[in-house]
Each structure stands twice: as structure tokens, then as C-alpha cells.
């Protein structure tokens, strides 16, 4: 069950309307490592918790917080869009600052939202599903919350970069701070679940099953041999269960294909045509 608590977890308030920078804001917002996304994406895996222990409370706590942070960002995104000239905008777009603004705004945002926010993403692509990840399996799933927290926090610093009205720097100097603790949790979360269950997922999967004389090496598929000098070619895994190897030339392993025709009613090439390397007939 969810309640909502009608004032704002943090300030969302601009010094001033700035409707380009709303289509900008939209990004953190509905885009794939938006709030939109973490926060489904955080749910869904709560609500996959076998059990009511822990990692279920974590998660749970984190995805309803970031519900709020889309409010709080949609509220940010209306109020930036406060004033937009909608009317006659051959007249306002006489002057040039507003020019300039409406060339850059998006037009959704007046036509479709009624100057609100959007579930969609800086250049207005809808909010998909896609874009969460909920397996099952904690570990990967804990990792792919680092991973969310890390792009989002990214996208979140360029966006305070990319402005000078402190109302809005102050609402994301809130996002990015919290992101910073999110980035925490899940690597604490992380490193106790490595601890208990190493750190290859799944770790259930009997090892002897799969071919072990490549478990830890690495193949070079570029010139030269620079990726031979990293952690990850020499000394033990990473894993406890054997020493990376560096594989300067790697062999290919397999035969090469040979597919059996199509049948004639999938009216591939024929076989004929496809012998003597490709060649034409007369060369063939």
C-alpha cells in the first residue's frame, strides 16, 4: 500500500520559466536511466523478493523514493514551463531570446501535456519498460542498480552544468546527492552478496559444467598486446577459482559451418550457386 504525503521531499522551484531547459530536464526524467526507470525497475524487484528480509526492505524504501523524485522533477518540469508563449507565436517569436527559446522547446509539451511533464525522454521518446532490468537474482540486479545510478548521476551533473538558475541547481544538487547514496547502498549491497556468494552470477551454476579452460582467459582481438599489461590478464581471479591467462593469438575452437539446404518451399538460393567459393559458373 502506498501513501501520498502532498509536500515535496526536496525544493522544486526555478528562479524563472525556461522551456528549452524543461525539454532538457525531461531526460532524467523519462529517459532510460531516468527516475521513471529506477523507480519502476527498483519496485519490480522488491516485488520479486521470495521473502520479506532485507534486501526486499532496500528495495522497496529506494523505488518509493525515487516515486518521489519524479514528482518532484515533474513539478520542477511545469513550473519551468509556467508563462510558455503558446499563443500568437508568430508575434512572440519576433523577439529573439524567445525565438531562440521556442525553436528549442518541445511542442508536445504545449500541445499534447498542457505545459506539464512527460513520460518520455529529452527528444521525446516515450518511456518504455525495456529499460528495467528485474531478474530474480539479487547480484545481477544489484548491479544493474549501480549501473542506473551511475548514468543517471552522470546525466544529472551535466544537466547542473548545463544551467545557472540555482533553483533548479539546488533541486539537483538534492538528485545528485541522493544518487551518490544510491551508488553506496548498492555497492554495500554488492560486496555482501559477493561475500556470500561470489562474485559470478549465478553462483549456483555447477562450475565443472562449464569449460573450464576458458574460464579465465583472455583472448586479444586487437593488434598489439596492451590489454595483456591489465589486472585482468594476470595474477588470481577475480572469482578465487583460478589465474587470468592472456591468449595472444587465440585458436578458433569450432569447425566451420555447413548448413543443410532450406527446403524448396522457403525458395532460398540454390545449393548449386553457393559452391566453389562463390564464384560464377563459368569461373567455378
Not at 522497496?60 to 500568437?88: C, F, K, N, Q
Not at 590478464?233 to 566451420?256: I, L, Q, S
Request: proline share 7%; glycine share 8%.
Amino acid at each position: 500500500m502506498f501513501f501520498h504525503v502532498k509536500e515535496l521531499q526536496y525544493h522544486a522551484k526555478p528562479e524563472r520559466p525556461d522551456p528549452l531547459f524543461a525539454k532538457q530536464l525531461q531526460e532524467v526524467l523519462g529517459g532510460q536511466f531516468g527516475e521513471i526507470s529506477v523507480a519502476m525497475q527498483y519496485l519490480f524487484q522488491g516485488w520479486s523478493v521470495r521473502g520479506n528480509g532485507k534486501y526486499k526492505d532496500l528495495l522497496m524504501d529506494t523505488g518509493t523514493e525515487e516515486l518521489a523524485h519524479i514528482e518532484m522533477l515533474a513539478t520542477m518540469i511545469a513550473r519551468l514551463l509556467d508563462g510558455a508563449p503558446v499563443g500568437d507565436l508568430e508575434d512572440a517569436a519576433k523577439d529573439p531570446v524567445i525565438g531562440a527559446i521556442l525553436g528549442g522547446m518541445n511542442p508536445q509539451h504545449a500541445i499534447v501535456s498542457g505545459l506539464g511533464a512527460m513520460p518520455a525522454d529529452s527528444v521525446g521518446n516515450r518511456w518504455t519498460a525495456d529499460y528495467i532490468i528485474a531478474s530474480g537474482n539479487l547480484l545481477a540486479d544489484f548491479r544493474a542498480n549501480l549501473n542506473a545510478e551511475s548514468q543517471g548521476r552522470l546525466q544529472a551533473v551535466r544537466l547542473y552544468e548545463a544551467t545557472n538558475d540555482r533553483g533548479v541547481k539546488d533541486m539537483l544538487s538534492w538528485l545528485i546527492a541522493r544518487d551518490t547514496m544510491h551508488q553506496n547502498q548498492w555497492l554495500a549491497a554488492i560486496a555482501e552478496l559477493e561475500a556470500k556468494e561470489n562474485v559470478v552470477v549465478p553462483s549456483t551454476f555447477p562450475r565443472q559444467l562449464e569449460k573450464r579452460e576458458v574460464s579465465h582467459v583472455l583472448f586479444n582481438f586487437s593488434e598489439g598486446d596492451k590489454s595483456a599489461a591489465g589486472r585482468w590478464a594476470n595474477g588470481p581471479t577475480m572469482d578465487g577459482e583460478g589465474t587470468f591467462k592472456y591468449d595472444p593469438c587465440p585458436a578458433a575452437y569450432g569447425d566451420k559451418p555447413k548448413l543443410k539446404p532450406a527446403p524448396p518451399y522457403i525458395h532460398d538460393t540454390l545449393p548449386a550457386a553457393l559452391r566453389h567459393n562463390d564464384l560464377p559458373p563459368h569461373l567455378g
